[in-house]
C-alpha cells in the first residue's frame, strides 16, 4: 500500500490518497484518531492540518514506502515538554485509572498536545501498555489544571510518545532539547520509586501516625461548645465556602494520590459555587459529591477522615446521608443510587451493582468506546451468534448504546432486542430488577415528572414484551417512600412557585402574558406529577397478597432466521455501497430482496429508506458546524442516494410520501431538537423528520405498523400506532417541547357532526373551519395541541400559499386565518418540491410551516400580500430552504452564555 500526502491549505487540512481499499482495523483507527473519508473520492481520507497529524501521515508514508506495517507508526504529541508550553496551554492533563493490589489507584501525567482525539490516542495507548488488564480508564483534560501540570512536570510525569510495537516504558523515547531536563526527570522518576519502595518497607511506630479505624460515621462534633451549622443558622452556599477553605487547607498539608483527589474535589465544589441558579448550583453539589464519593477509599485513612468531617457538613445541609469512613461490599444484585442524565440527576433508583458506570447512568456517548474496550473487554467478544450465552448483566449494557455496532461491538441492535424479547425476564432477575407487573418505574430522560408501571413500559398486556424499553429508558424507583418525599418536595416547590403568579385580591393568575404562561406551565407540571406520585401510591397501596403474574416469556429455542433478520443484512449492503459512494440502481436494489430474505418487496424498500436515515443521521452528529454538515447531506443526496421506486397498496392507504432528509436536519436546526426534553411525531413513517432528534425523548406515532420495525431499530422512546387524525389523549395536552409531522395528504371525510365537534374543543370554536380543512390541516392541528406553549414546531402540508385579487390567501383560509390567530407563526415557505421530493416519489406541491409557540392570547389573521409579500416565493434548493429557515432560529440565554465564554476563551 502507498499514500499520497497533500496538504490543502484554502481548507486548512491534510489529504490523504491510498492506493488500495483500507482494512477495516485500520480505517476505524484512523476515525478514532480523528481522520475523516471523502465520500466522493474513493480511498481519500483528511484531517486538521494539525502538527501532530502532520507527523503521523508523514511516518505513515515513509512506513508504506519501506513496505512496512501502519501499526509500526508511531503517533508523537506536537510540543515538546517545557513549562513555558504549559503557560501557552499546549498541554492536556492526564488521569489514569487503574486496579491496585488492594484498591483503585490513579496516575496523573502532562501530555504536551493540546488537540484532545491526539492526545487521548496517545494517552490510551500509552496506558494500555503500562498498565494491561489493571487499566481501568483514561481521562484527558485539554488546557486544563495548569498548575498541576507544572507539579507534574517537575516530577517527569510526562507522556512523551507512543509508539505502537513498544511494550516498554515510553518517557525516555523521544529526544529533549534540554539534556539537563531529561536527566533531571529519570533521576527524580527514580528517586520517587526508591523512595515509595522505603515508605512501604518502614515499619509505623510513631504513636502519633497510627490511627484505629472508628467503626461509626464520622460526626463534626468535636466538644460540647462546638455548635453545628444548623445551630448556627448558616446556609448551604455559606456552608460550601467554608468547607472550600477548611479543604485547601487540608490539601497543603497532602502528597501524592490524596492532594490530587482533594484538589479535584474543590475544584468541583468550586463550580457548584459558581452557579447563581438555585437549581443548577444544587445539581452541580450533589455532582461533585457524588464524584468525591467514588474516590473515598482512594484517600488514606488520615486524609479520609479529615476530608469527611467537612464533606459531611454539606451531605447533613442537604439532609443526605453521611459518606461512611469504612467500605460496605455490596451483597445484593441491584443497589440506590442517584444518577446523572444529559443535565439533570435522578435521585433514588436501583441500578445493577456490578454494571459500572456510565451504564448505571445510561449516558454513553460515542466518545465512551476507547474506554470501554479498555474496560469491558468481553462485549467485544459477543456476537450475534453467541449473545444467547451472555449473562443479564452483559445484556443490560450493550442496551444502554443506541446501537452496539456504532462502538465497535459486532451485535446488531435488533439481535439485542430479540433477545430481551426471549428471555427478559430471566436478565430482569440476574440484575436485581423488579418483575412485578405494577412497580413503578422512572424514565430517566425526565425524572420523576414521569413514573409508570413496568406493564406500560414493556406493552406487557399486549403481547409486546418490550423489556429492552424499561432498560433503555427507566429505572426503578429504589425506596418508594423515598420517592413519595422527594415528590412531595417537589409539588410543594411548584405550587410555592405557582401563588407567586396568583394576584392576591382576585385569587386568580395575574394577567400579564408572560405570569399567565408560567402559570399554565406550572399547573401542567403540578399534573404531570400528581399522575407520576398515583401510579407509587397504588403500588404501595395495593394487597401485597395478590400478585399478577406476568405472561410467560417466549421460550428460547435453537437460534433461526428471524423475520426481522433481513433488515440488518439491508443497512450492512447499502452502507457499504454508500460508503464507496455507489449509488444502487432500482435493479440491483430489487435483487437484495432474495439475498436478504425480505418478506415482501415493499418491506425491502422501507428497509432501504431506514439506511440512508442512519446515513443521514451518522453526518448530522459529525462534530462541525451545521453548514458543512448540509453540505455533505445535499452532496449525499444528490451523488448517492437512490430513489425510493416502489408503491404498494399500504402507501397508498395511508397516503405516505416521505420527508427528505435534509429538510429533517434543517428542521431539527429550527427546534432546537438538541435542547428539547420531549420531542413529538404524530404520522413518524420510518422517522426521516427526526434526523436530529435524541430517540430516547423522542414519542413516535404511526399508524402503519409494518413501519414499526424501523422505529424499533431506531430506539425510540414510546411508539404508538393511535389515529392521528383523532384527539390524542388528554394528558399529552401541551407535553412536548417540539412537535414535527408531514401527515398523509388528503382530504377529511368524517362526518359534518364529527367535524363540528373537534373543530369546536381542538380548534377554539374558529368559526367555517369544518367546511374548508383537509386531512393534512386537522392532522396538523391536533399535534399543536400537544406542543407546550413556549414549544417550537415545523409542519409540512400539501399546496402553495398564494394571494388572490383581493390580497389575502386565495385557498385554505380559514385554516391559515385559525393557525396565525393562535399561533406564533415565523413563516410560511413554498417548497419546489419537483426538486426536492424528486427521490422520495411525491411531486405535488408542499409548503413548510414553521411555528416559534402558541400566542398567550388569541390575536389577528393570516398577513395579506401587502404585509408578506414574500409568502408567494418559492424556495428550490436545500441551501436557500435553510437560508430562509435560519433567519427565525434565535439562540436561548444558555447558548448565548455559552458562546460568550467560548469567546472568552479564544
Given at each position: 500500500m502507498q499514500v499520497t500526502i497533500t496538504e490543502n491549505e484554502e481548507k486548512s487540512r491534510i489529504e490523504l490518497l491510498f492506493s488500495e481499499d483500507l482494512p477495516k482495523e485500520f480505517s476505524t483507527f484512523l476515525l478514532e484518531l480523528g481522520f475523516r473519508e471523502v465520500l466522493k473520492k474513493k480511498n481519500t481520507w483528511y484531517s486538521d492540518a494539525h502538527p501532530a497529524y502532520k507527523s503521523f501521515t508523514t511516518s505513515l508514508r515513509d512506513a508504506f514506502s519501506r513496505g512496512g506495517d501502519w501499526k509500526t507508526v508511531s503517533m508523537y504529541p506536537s510540543f515538546q515538554p517545557s513549562l513555558e508550553n504549559i503557560d501557552k496551554s499546549k498541554f492536556s492533563f492526564v488521569t489514569i485509572s487503574y486496579r491496585g493490589e488492594e484498591k483503585a489507584e490513579k496516575d496523573e501525567y502532562v501530555l504536551f498536545d493540546p488537540y484532545k482525539k491526539v492526545a487521548m490516542q496517545i494517552a490510551t495507548q500509552y496506558a494500555i501498555t503500562k498498565y494491561g488488564d489493571d487499566l481501568q480508564n483514561v481521562e484527558v483534560s485539554p488546557r486544563n489544571y495548569k498548575r498541576k501540570a507544572r507539579i507534574l512536570y517537575d516530577k517527569g510525569q510526562i507522556i512523551n510518545r507512543f509508539k505502537v510495537d513498544e511494550k516498554t516504558e515510553i518517557e525516555n523515547d523521544l529526544p529533549i532539547e534540554d539534556s539537563k531536563t531529561q536527566d533531571k526527570t529519570t533521576l527524580e522518576t527514580t528517586n520517587n520509586e526508591e523512595q515509595i519502595k522505603i515508605e512501604n518497607e518502614l515499619p509505623i511506630e510513631d504513636s502519633k501516625t497510627k490511627i484505629k479505624e472508628p467503626t461509626e460515621e464520622v460526626t463534626t462534633e468535636k466538644e460540647s461548645s462546638y455548635r453545628t451549622d444548623k445551630e448556627r443558622k448558616i446556609s448551604t452556599r455559606e456552608i460550601l465556602s467554608e468547607v472550600i477553605n477548611k479543604l485547601g487547607i487540608i490539601e497543603d498539608t497532602l502528597e501524592g494520590e490524596d492532594e490530587t483527589i482533594i484538589a479535584t474535589t474543590i475544584l468541583d465544589l468550586e463550580d457548584a459555587q459558581e452557579q447563581s441558579s438555585d437549581l443548577r448550583f444544587k445539581n452541580e453539589?450533589?455532582?461533585?459529591?457524588?464524584?468525591?464519593?467514588?474516590?473515598?477509599?482512594?484517600?488514606?485513612?488520615?486524609?479520609?477522615?479529615?476530608?469527611?468531617?467537612?464533606?459531611?457538613?454539606?451531605?447533613?445541609?442537604?439532609?443526605?446521608?453521611?459518606?461512611?469512613?469504612?467500605?460496605?461490599?455490596?451483597?445484593?444484585?441491584?443497589?440506590?443510587?442517584?444518577?446523572?442524565?444529559?443535565?439533570?440527576?435522578?435521585?433514588?433508583?436501583?441500578?445493577?451493582?456490578?454494571?459500572?458506570?456510565?451504564?448505571?447512568?445510561?449516558?454513553?456517548?460515542?466518545?465512551?468506546?476507547?474506554?470501554?474496550?479498555?474496560?469491558?473487554?468481553?462485549?467485544?467478544?459477543?456476537?450475534?451468534?453467541?449473545?444467547?450465552?451472555?449473562?443479564?448483566?452483559?445484556?443490560?449494557?450493550?442496551?444502554?448504546?443506541?446501537?452496539?455496532?456504532?462502538?465497535?461491538?459486532?451485535?446488531?441492535?435488533?439481535?439485542?432486542?430479540?433477545?430481551?424479547?426471549?428471555?427478559g425476564r430471566e436478565a430482569f432477575e440476574e440484575i436485581g430488577y423488579p418483575t412485578d407487573l405494577d412497580y413503578p418505574y422512572i424514565n430517566v430522560h425526565v425524572g420523576y415528572k414521569s413514573v409508570s408501571t413496568l406493564a406500560s413500559q414493556i406493552g406487557a398486556y399486549d403481547d409486546r414484551h418490550q423489556w429492552w424499553s424499561a432498560v433503555e429508558h427507566s429505572r426503578p424507583i429504589a425506596d418508594l417512600a423515598k420517592g413519595i418525599v422527594i415528590m412531595d418536595s417537589l409539588l410543594m416547590e411548584l405550587v410555592e412557585k405557582k401563588l407567586e403568579l396568583v394576584n392576591p385580591k382576585t385569587n386568580?393568575?395575574?394577567?400579564?402574558?408572560?405570569?399567565?404562561?408560567?402559570?399554565?406551565?406550572?399547573?401542567?407540571?403540578?399534573?404531570?406529577?400528581?399522575?407520576?406520585?398515583?401510579?407509587?401510591?397504588?403500588?404501595?397501596?395495593?394487597?401485597?397478597?395478590?400478585?399478577?403474574?406476568?405472561?410467560?416469556?417466549?421460550?428460547?429455542?435453537?437460534?433461526?432466521?428471524?423475520?426481522?433478520?433481513?433488515?440488518?443484512?439491508?443497512?450492512?449492503?447499502?452502507?457499504?455501497?454508500?460508503?464507496?459512494?455507489?449509488?444502487?440502481?432500482?435493479?440491483?436494489?430489487?435483487?437484495?430482496?432474495?439475498?436478504?430474505?425480505?418478506?415482501?418487496?415493499?418491506?425491502?424498500?422501507?428497509?432501504?429508506?431506514?439506511?440512508?436515515?442512519?446515513?443521514?443521521?451518522?453526518?448530522?452528529?459529525?462534530?462541525?458546524?451545521?453548514?458543512?454538515?448540509?453540505?455533505?447531506?445535499?452532496?449525499?443526496?444528490?451523488?448517492?442516494?437512490?430513489?425510493?421506486?416502489?408503491?404498494?397498496?399500504?402507501?397508498?392507504?395511508?397516503?405516505?410520501?416521505?420527508?427528505?432528509?435534509?429538510?429533517?436536519?434543517?428542521?431539527?436546526?429550527?427546534?432546537?431538537?438538541?435542547e428539547a426534553e420531549f420531542i413529538f411525531e404524530p404520522s413518524a413513517g420510518n422517522g426521516l423528520l427526526l434526523v436530529g432528534a435524541n430517540p430516547r425523548i423522542t414519542h413516535v406515532n404511526e399508524i402503519d405498523k409494518s413501519r414499526k420495525q424501523s422505529l424499533e431499530h431506531q430506539g425510540f422512546g414510546r411508539i404508538t400506532s393511535d389515529n392521528a387524525a383523532q384527539p390524542f389523549p388528554e394528558m399529552m395536552h401541551k407535553v412536548h417541547d417540539v412537535v414535527v409531522t408531514n401527515p398523509p395528504f388528503a382530504s377529511w371525510d368524517d362526518s359534518k357532526f364529527d367535524k363540528e365537534r373537534i373543530i369546536q374543543k381542538y380548534f377554539n370554536k374558529h368559526r367555517g373551519l369544518a367546511n374548508h380543512i383537509r386531512l393534512e390541516h386537522l392532522?396538523?392541528?391536533?399535534?399543536?395541541?400537544?406542543?407546550?406553549?413556549?414549544?417550537?414546531?415545523?409542519?409540512?402540508?400539501?399546496?402553495?400559499?398564494?394571494?388572490?385579487?383581493?390580497?389575502?390567501?386565495?385557498?385554505?383560509?380559514?385554516?391559515?386565518?385559525?393557525?396565525?390567530?393562535?399561533?406564533?407563526?415565523?413563516?410560511?415557505?413554498?417548497?419546489?418540491?419537483?426538486?426536492?421530493?424528486?427521490?422520495?416519489?411525491?411531486?405535488?406541491?408542499?409548503?413548510?410551516?414553521?411555528?416559534?409557540?402558541?400566542?398567550?392570547?388569541?390575536?389577528?389573521?393570516?398577513?395579506?400580500?401587502?404585509e408578506q409579500p414574500h409568502l408567494e416565493d418559492m424556495v428550490e434548493t436545500f441551501e436557500d430552504l435553510w437560508k430562509q429557515t435560519k433567519s427565525h432560529i434565535k439562540p436561548n440565554i444558555d447558548t448565548i452564555i455559552k458562546q460568550l465564554k467560548t469567546a472568552r476563551i479564544k
Open positions: 453539589l450533589l455532582k461533585a459529591l457524588q464524584n468525591f464519593k467514588d474516590w473515598i477509599f482512594d484517600l488514606t485513612f488520615s486524609s479520609r477522615t479529615m476530608a469527611l468531617i467537612e464533606i459531611n457538613r454539606l451531605n447533613q445541609s442537604l439532609e443526605l446521608p453521611l459518606f461512611h469512613l469504612k467500605e460496605e461490599v455490596p451483597k445484593t444484585l441491584s443497589v440506590s443510587k442517584d444518577i446523572f442524565n444529559r443535565d439533570h440527576i435522578v435521585p433514588n433508583v436501583l441500578v445493577p451493582t456490578k454494571a459500572g458506570e456510565p451504564f448505571q447512568s445510561g449516558g454513553l456517548n460515542l466518545s465512551d468506546a476507547n474506554f470501554m474496550r479498555m474496560k469491558f473487554k468481553r462485549l467485544y467478544n459477543i456476537t450475534d451468534d453467541t449473545i444467547e450465552q451472555v449473562s443479564g448483566l452483559d445484556l443490560f449494557r450493550l442496551s444502554q448504546m443506541a446501537h452496539p455496532n456504532d462502538y465497535g461491538i459486532n451485535v446488531n441492535r435488533s439481535t439485542v432486542l430479540r433477545e430481551w424479547e426471549s428471555r386568580k393568575p395575574r394577567t400579564d402574558k408572560q405570569s399567565k404562561e408560567a402559570f399554565n406551565d406550572i399547573e401542567w407540571e403540578i399534573s404531570r406529577l400528581e399522575r407520576s406520585k398515583q401510579v407509587i401510591q397504588d403500588y404501595m397501596n395495593k394487597d401485597l397478597e395478590v400478585e399478577e403474574s406476568l405472561p410467560e416469556t417466549k421460550p428460547n429455542k435453537e437460534k433461526k432466521q428471524e423475520p426481522n433478520d433481513y433488515l440488518d443484512k439491508v443497512i450492512a449492503i447499502m452502507h457499504t455501497a454508500f460508503a464507496k459512494a455507489e449509488r444502487l440502481s432500482k435493479k440491483k436494489i430489487e435483487k437484495l430482496r432474495e439475498e436478504t430474505n425480505a418478506p415482501t418487496m415493499g418491506a425491502l424498500w422501507e428497509a432501504v429508506e431506514l439506511s440512508w436515515l442512519l446515513w443521514y443521521k451518522m453526518l448530522y452528529r459529525e462534530p462541525i458546524p451545521f453548514e458543512a454538515r448540509l453540505k455533505k447531506m445535499v452532496l449525499f443526496w444528490n451523488k448517492v442516494q437512490p430513489t425510493y421506486a416502489y408503491s404498494d397498496s399500504s402507501k397508498e392507504l395511508y397516503k405516505q410520501y416521505s420527508t427528505p432528509c435534509p429538510i429533517g436536519a434543517i428542521i431539527a436546526q429550527y427546534t432546537q431538537m438538541n392532522m396538523a392541528g391536533l399535534a399543536l395541541y400537544t406542543m407546550k406553549d413556549d414549544g417550537k414546531a415545523a409542519i409540512i402540508i400539501m399546496g402553495h400559499v398564494y394571494f388572490g385579487d383581493d390580497g389575502l390567501f386565495a385557498k385554505y383560509r380559514p385554516f391559515f386565518n385559525w393557525l396565525y390567530r393562535h399561533y406564533k407563526v415565523d413563516d410560511v415557505i413554498n417548497m419546489n418540491s419537483y426538486k426536492l421530493y424528486n427521490k422520495q416519489g411525491a411531486v405535488t406541491k408542499t409548503m413548510l410551516i414553521l411555528i416559534g409557540g402558541r400566542k398567550s392570547k388569541p390575536s389577528g389573521v393570516a398577513p395579506n400580500k401587502s
